[in-house]
């Protein structure tokens, strides 16, 4: 590990060098701008970047609904001079950038998370007519094609790797977007992720032609702004017209409109070898790099795959990637470190048939706490071990299950002052809520608090967390946030390492809303998006429970009704008891290696 160090921060410093007397990208590369024509006659925008330096290059692609700019002859992007796309011009790839269906230059209809077999185009024909295009047409190239995208583009290097095409060998979906219902930028488990939804949705609207677009400002804050703007209803009017948007009004739960724009469904005999990226405190879509990675081992198990997770925001590894917020993560959680031990040598072995994939075993994450990269040949990995902690009375955490026979704790859930999510409210959503300290929120009656002992000796979590919460409600419906935290010594920092979301309506199902009996116990469970942590000596696990995380997510009326169709007087308070007792035991199971 030490050489792989010493070698990892000699390289980095060889390629800062070598960026700083870098050739700029025009005296190394042509540009030609392309519209090519898919099977329908649409034709789509395409900008083909090839090496004047004589020989065959494989193709990389890069498909996006977020624009190819700029455009025109003789230019090119920023980070073609200095940023992620630099590798791939120092290494000679041929670099395709291509605006998809219906954005910016290309023609045709655009539609959120097309799904694969949606009549008779999609966007895995689309990848494959380009494809077969490109090989045919673009002098020079070796006839291996690889499709990469980070975020949405991630959804759309998948449907690369579900094209088919013989060229296509090697694909890396990064953050992709993958259930936008039960996770990632829109939902949560059902509930509406209120501050990402609203905002990603308004940018990526294009009304009809002569339709103005409203600006949306979330002025004097984002907490100000939704608590005036109470209702999905509210905000249907402010979004409006808004395509998608009042097409998810008619589909509440998770029905087989939902299912068909889940992209795992699709993952089956996918042939070019898979390098999934993703990061443990990626904000928008932290749920599809751990769920796309487990559904290709499941579907297609001769596939080549990869999982690389690190402690990153959301696309932080295409950047600097060490620090957010107060973290420092260290040198080989850079961007730089990442592209040179995982993604490069991923391409470079199945497009340029270079030795180098052996150095990337099937499963790498990055464990903050102690700052270390993991290697396994599975996730989660074979050696971990369940680890149930019981939410007890007196607000302890431990292994023993409750042996009272009357034990709870309870709280008011009010809509009119739900928990916040940040300490202080600004205009947008920081990346930085998911390392925040929790602190903040002492005091509040609406947040139970349970905690461990000190911990004796370290202890590193992997995989999902997984609530049970036996619980009873005043109301016919409400939410359950649970929160896993690592507790400094000595009154210090309370950092969050996972928060997640589940709406009570769901708990058997989420295809099958249930109202609550008032009074009533019932099991609550929610599984959240996987972690790698360790929790250092000395310091404690604390979970909190609470049923709102305002304006990061929706709020909940705390009645069983059609959340598009309630108005403001439908908010009621909710009285939530929480059970800890020996018949019903409230807990939360993690993975320790």
């Known amino acids: ?42 034709h789509l925008h395409t900008s083909v970047y090839t090496p004047k330096a004589p020989g065959r290059a494989p193709i990389i692609i890069f498909r ?3 624009g190819t700019g700029p455009y025109g002859a003789g230019k090119f ?3 073609f001079d200095k940023g992620y796309l630099r590798s791939y011009v120092d290494r000679g790839y041929i670099i395709v950038r291509q605006d998809v269906r219906g954005r910016n230059r290309s023609e045709g209809e655009f539609m959120h998370i097309r799904p694969v077999g949606f009549g008779d185009v999609d966007e895995a024909t689309d990848s494959y007519d380009t494809v077969d295009w490109l090989v045919k047409h673009i002098p020079g190239n070796n006839g291996r094609v690889g499709f990469a995208g980070c975020s949405y583009p991630g959804f759309y290097a998948l449907m690369g790797a579900l094209s088919g095409h013989p060229a296509v060998k090697a694909v890396s979906p990064q953050a992709p977007v993958t259930d936008w219902y039960m ?19 308004h940018s990526m609207n294009t009304p009809p032609e002569g339709t103005p677009r409203r600006e949306l400002t979330f002025s004097p804050d984002e907490r100000t702004f939704f608590l005036e703007h109470p209702t999905r209803a509210d905000l249907t009017k402010l979004l409006a017209p808004n395509a998608f948007w009042e097409e998810m009004a008619g589909h509440p739960d998770y029905d087989e409109w939902w299912r068909a724009r889940d992209t795992r469904r699709a993952c089956y005999n996918i042939r070019p070898a898979m390098l999934v990226v993703g990061g443990t405190y990626d904000a928008e879509d932290c749920y599809g ?48 470190y990442y592209m040179e031990n995982f993604e490069a040598p991923f391409f470079d072995c199945y497009l340029w048939a270079r030795d180098t994939v052996d150095r990337l075993p099937p499963v790498s994450v990055f464990s903050s706490g102690d700052n270390r990269w993991h290697t396994f040949d599975r996730w989660t990995p074979a050696g971990a071990r369940r680890m ?22 309870g709280y008011l859930s009010d809509p009119a002052d739900p928990v916040p999510y940040v300490e202080t409210s600004g205009m947008r959503r920081p990346k930085e809520y998911m390392v925040a300290d929790q602190r903040f929120l002492a005091g509040r009656r609406d947040v139970l608090t349970f905690v461990t002992e000190p911990l004796t000796e370290d202890v590193t979590l992997v995989g999902p967390v997984e609530a049970a919460l036996e619980t009873a409600l005043s109301t016919s419906d409400a939410d359950f946030v649970v929160k896993l935290i690592d507790c400094f010594p000595d009154g210090g920092e309370q950092r969050l390492v996972r928060g997640d979301a589940v709406r009570g309506r769901y708990r058997d199902g989420f295809t099958r809303p249930k109202a609550f009996v008032p009074g009533k116990p019932e099991c609550v469970r929610l599984r959240t998006t996987d972690i790698a942590h360790t929790f250092r000596a000395g310091h404690r696990i604390m979970v909190q429970v609470q049923s709102s995380w305002f304006p990061l997510m929706e709020r909940n009326p705390q009645q069983f009704m059609d959340l598009w169709s309630c108005t403001a007087s439908d908010f009621v308070p909710c009285r939530v008891t929480l059970f800890h007792q020996r018949d019903r035991a409230s807990s939360v199971t993690v993975h320790k290696l």
């Open 183 to 201: 996770g990632d930028d829109v939902h949560h488990n059902g509930i509406l992720m209120l501050s990402d939804a609203v905002r990603f949705l």
């Open 1 to 42: 590990m030490r050489l792989r160090r010493f070698l990892s921060l000699l390289w980095g410093a060889l390629l800062a060098a070598a960026t700083v007397c870098a050739q700029p990208v025009s005296s190394l590369y042509d540009k030609a701008e392309y519209r090519i024509a898919m099977r329908d006659s649409v």
């Open 77 to 79: 992007p920023a980070a």
């Open 64 to 66: 996006t609904p977020y």
């Open 388 to 409: 149930t902690l019981y939410l007890a009375d007196g607000g302890r955490l431990t292994e023993e299950r409750p042996t009272a026979k009357n034990s709870s704790t």
């Open 289 to 336: 790099a751990w769920n796309l990675y487990r559904a290709v081992v499941r579907q297609s198990s001769p596939t080549p795959a990869h999982l690389v997770v690190g402690p990153w925001a959301h696309g932080a590894w295409c950047g600097d990637g060490r620090k957010l917020g107060g973290c420092d993560f260290g040198e080989e959680a850079s961007g730089s």
